[in-house]
DNA sequence: TTGAAAGCGCTACCAT
DNA sequence: ATGGTAGCGCTTTCAA
């Protein structure tokens, strides 16, 4: 089966195969009579330019590479979905990758992306250091992170303000009354998050309290399995409210209380971060910090197009406001 | 900042730009000598082929196009993570669109990855309406749907056994008691699981009742709306047991019911389909049909590399068993 | 074992 | 307004 090409149509039309290019490409420089002449033609025997050949020459492959830890994270892929629709309306498809969160599989997919010729990189970074590791390919192709501010180097992100999110949970824990909070999940990643938690913490005079997550990514069963080891090591919590990192982590946190029959909010408050959409889920019910999805989606395909566009630009920043949900996984104290 | 292509490394390697081309594609008919000495050199100033050029000649893009109906479904998602990690292990990449449940809209991405020039095509149709009018570019490219079989054109697929999904599901209704159960979501979308639940029906002389979806998609809000509907419509339920078409139907089947009072499974008993991770959360606790999701990307991925390497044989078909999942959202009556 | 050159489908430049 | 053609980076004959 053969392909058809610009020659073919060519061939058809009486025309040198430039004029083709010219009729489907809309620059001007081809009469009216003609281009509408072709393009019939290319309706008729169904003709699709071969956008392979067109990145070639052009240099640009409308292509943009997505690297998520894991896809099948709720946070990723409401994101995913996002980033996709947003980046098509601009005429960028997507090619998507998973770095199964380990540090050797995000180069490994980086490298290939580059090799795919994508015309730029929006990537959910699997661990802080990945900013590092990256850092030498920064200049070979744009590259946009989404993720907090980890480091100081010169690299294009947007993000929500993890800080702030976690402050303004901790304030709203403290309102509640509760006094002895513990932050649960990950501290290297989302390093800020926990600085907001540490910061208000210290403004009240309490002490901040952690519980560190082993794993190098968030889901309902290292929530759950993180929460089952915390039970074992201690026969009585000491806090009244726990600050999970993710809402994932939650929600295994939330499974692992109903086992062993911890009462969520009676026993001990929950506060969650992301609002993914099954925290709204009755009978759970998760209070959590919201990142802004829609506006995190386009601002990072924005300003990788833009970057795309503009090269020479530097590089730039866009932090979001979370906002808190409350829902009903807190109780006041008394 | 120019790009290093395979002369640049010639120069370098004084050979000419074809024994690096053989060198690099690990053709015999280069010595060992040169061939390490190219590679030595392709390392130190990192190059990195271009699979676009390659791929015009080879006419061979070790792409693949995902098309779902929309990512942020867990459903979707899952079955993503799992293609994606199974394509990379054959070496494609994968092209991820989403048809936002439009048919329109899914023919539009279907031409587009024509164009991008994909090895094959992995798509979950949108609707039963898709095959039909995706049947003409079935002899142009690959295409294995994911998706229960709807008419009976040739083409490869592979799905869960739906029939057999709702009929154990039924069956398991049926021993625990219940005689009035009704069907709650799609029809047109998911006939063979409307059929296998009234297959039970028929078998025990019940009568099938069903409330259809006016909605193309399934996902809690809209589960969560078809339900306040339906309670609107009728003050008091003459069921004791729902049977919802998709677990995200039934979650927001299970928010509205918590909103009217309606106590699950007290009141009435709910069962679901596909068993998502957050069906199996605390409180939430949905017995639910499971699709086997590794095994289902696996077949699926494979089905379409085979057809990629052999698009001379023919189609395929593939059918995966369902199970029953019981937790605790169905009550035994006496 | 290696080199020379054609050609994949297209765009863009230079002519006309 | 249209045609001719070089060339994008690569693989793959065909010769040497």
Redesign the interface.
């Known amino acids: 089966?053969k392909n058809i090409t610009i020659k073919d149509i060519a061939k058809i039309a009486n025309v040198s195969y430039a004029t083709v290019s010219r009729a489907l490409s809309g620059v001007p420089g081809v009469s009216d009579e003609t281009r509408s002449r072709i393009l019939k033609i290319c309706e008729e025997i169904g003709y699709?330019?071969?956008?392979?050949?067109r990145?070639?020459v052009t240099k640009s492959?409308k292509l943009i590479g997505?690297i998520v830890p894991?896809?099948?994270?709720?946070f990723?892929?409401?994101m995913?979905?996002n980033i996709?629709?947003f980046a098509?309306e601009s005429g960028y498809?997507?090619?998507?990758?998973?770095s199964?969160s380990s540090l050797e599989q995000e180069q490994n997919v980086f490298?290939?992306l580059?090799?795919?010729?994508v015309d730029g990189i929006l990537i959910f970074p699997t661990g802080a250091q990945s900013h590092k590791l990256l850092e030498k390919y920064l200049?070979?192709i744009p590259v946009v992170f989404v993720s907090e501010n980890l480091g100081s180097f010169h690299a294009s992100y947007v993000t929500v303000d993890n800080f702030q999110g976690t402050s303004i949970g901790t304030e709203y824990l403290y309102s509640l009354g509760h006094r002895n909070i513990l932050y649960f999940g990950r501290r290297a990643s989302h390093k800020l998050r926990y600085e907001g938690y540490e910061a208000i913490c210290k403004k009240y005079g309490l002490e901040p309290h952690f519980y560190e997550s082993p794993y190098h990514t968030d889901s309902?069963k290292h929530g759950y399995d993180m929460a089952m080891d915390l039970f074992k090591a201690n026969s009585s919590l000491p806090y009244t409210a726990i600050f999970a990192s993710t809402d994932s982590n939650a929600?295994g946190l939330?499974?692992a209380?109903?086992?062993v029959g911890i009462r969520i909010p009676e026993d001990i408050s929950m506060l969650g971060f992301d609002n993914i959409?099954?925290s709204?889920?009755?009978?759970?019910m998760l209070s959590t910090i919201e990142q802004p999805y829609k506006l995190m989606a386009t601002a990072a395909v924005s300003m990788l197009i833009d970057k795309i566009d503009n090269p020479e630009f530097g590089y730039s920043h866009k932090i979001l406001s979370p906002k808190l949900v409350v829902r009903s996984s807190c109780q006041k104290l008394d």
């Open positions: 089966m699709t330019p071969d956008y392979m050949a990145s070639m492959t997505l894991d896809i099948s994270n709720p990723m892929s409401e995913a979905f996709e629709q098509g498809h997507i090619m998507l990758c998973n199964v490298k290939l580059m090799g795919r010729k200049d070979k309902i929600l939330l499974k209380c109903e086992e959409p099954y709204g889920l009755p009978k759970i």
